[in-house]
């Protein structure tokens, strides 16, 4: 199984901050990293495919780099509702596997 | 607007199957893969398997002996099987939508908390 690990796991920032979370695959998965968002009590929702793309519908304040094992997420100018933990996940090989989570607490 | 709405029986005994489904709806049933996925209790995500229209279905090694994954077209449904549930299966799971040519999750359900205890 490809093991996803995510640095760091959780994060305290303020209102307008710019954060980073980084995201590492135990091996080479070249582009294909999702990243989603999930707030207390509900289902995840889908942010970023392919490493950089947006998906339909995101603010465009989420950015996505990376690729083979290296990987990003960047959020600029949070604000309260971006706080809530997020995962990375790769579907380059089965089984499909996801990062332990980045929990984003407010300063 | 594509929606998936998920239902099943959220308190189990130790042994019993869990049994869940997910149906489809506002988009197209043929061209992903249908997926389940679960959550323990503050915990992270695991993926459990998937299944496309035709049947053709991927599951974890981890739980591929007690998983089963069917699907009901002509609903446009998917349904989960999960046999000889413990306490560790507690936890939410979660229906999604898997792009089969690009490969990510999309859509997600809302999610059932399964209970399992004696």
């Known amino acids: 199984d490809i093991q996803m690990t995510q640095s760091p796991s959780s994060l305290s920032a303020s209102v307008g901050d710019r954060v980073t979370i980084t995201c590492r695959a135990s091996q080479g998965i070249s582009y294909y990293l999702a990243w989603f968002q999930q707030k207390p009590g509900k289902a995840p929702t889908s942010l970023i495919y392919?490493?950089?793309s947006l998906q339909s519908g995101v603010s465009s304040k989420f950015s996505g780099s990376g690729s083979g094992t290296d990987f990003t997420l960047t959020i600029s100018s949070l604000q309260p509702e971006d706080f809530a933990t997020y995962y990375c996940q790769q579907y380059y090989s089965y089984p499909l596997t996801f990062g332990q989570g980045t929990r984003l607490e407010i300063k | 607007q594509v929606q998936l709405q998920q239902w099943g029986a959220g308190l189990l005994k130790p042994s019993e199957t869990l049994s869940l489904t997910c149906a489809v709806s506002?988009?197209?049933?043929?061209?992903?893969?249908w997926n389940w996925i679960r959550q323990p209790p503050g915990k992270g995500l695991e993926w459990i398997g998937e299944i496309n229209h035709s049947g053709s279905t991927n599951y974890n090694p981890s739980l591929k002996s007690r998983v089963t994954i069917s699907v009901v077209t002509s609903k446009n449904q998917f349904s989960l099987q999960l046999s000889s549930v413990t306490a560790a299966d507690t936890g939410m799971f979660y229906c999604a939508r898997r792009n089969l040519l690009r490969g990510e999750i999309d859509y997600w359900g809302q999610g059932t908390l399964v209970t399992v205890s004696s």
């Open positions: 392919a490493a950089s």
């Open positions: 506002g988009g197209s049933f043929s061209g992903y893969y």
